[in-house]
């Protein structure tokens, strides 16, 4: 998640305010959520799992900052939650599964590396 302005600098969320280290809006950002549906492509439901935690947090540190009135919660869901696109996104990675079944990995050496066939003499 780095850019090229600020490299190195990824768009991860800024404690306690949850804002992006690197564009500094509400977190997560336009790249934060695009780099998340890329990495958890094949597991959404993880990737809902990782939200909700990231959800239940800011929750905590916004409230602890800003007591009266608190965050609201719709607002959070909103912002942590209703943006992914569940339906769309475990159609794919079900699909991505089933193409990795299709086609095993190739053989290794027993210790991590492929195995080459030596058929000279």
């Known amino acids: 998640m780095t850019t090229p302005e600020r490299p190195g600098v ?3 969320p800024r404690r306690p305010t949850w804002t992006c280290r690197v564009c500094e809006t509400a977190w997560p950002c336009d790249t934060a959520k695009a780099t998340l549906r890329v990495e958890y492509r094949l597991d959404p439901l993880a990737l809902f ?3 909700g935690l990231c959800l239940q ?3 905590g540190d916004l409230h602890r900052l800003h007591p009266n009135p608190g965050p609201d919660p719709a607002e959070l ?3 942590f939650i209703a943006w992914v696109p569940v339906a769309r996104m475990v159609r794919r990675a079900l699909l991505l599964r089933a193409y990795a079944d299709c086609f095993p990995p190739p053989p290794t050496d027993g210790y991590g590396g492929r195995r080459t066939t030596n058929s000279g003499g």
Do not use: K, N, S
Request: net charge negative; aromatic share 8%.
């Open 10 to 12: 990824e768009h991860t």
């Open 49 to 51: 799992v990782y939200l």
């Open 57 to 59: 947090e800011a929750a």
């Open 77 to 79: 869901h909103a912002r």
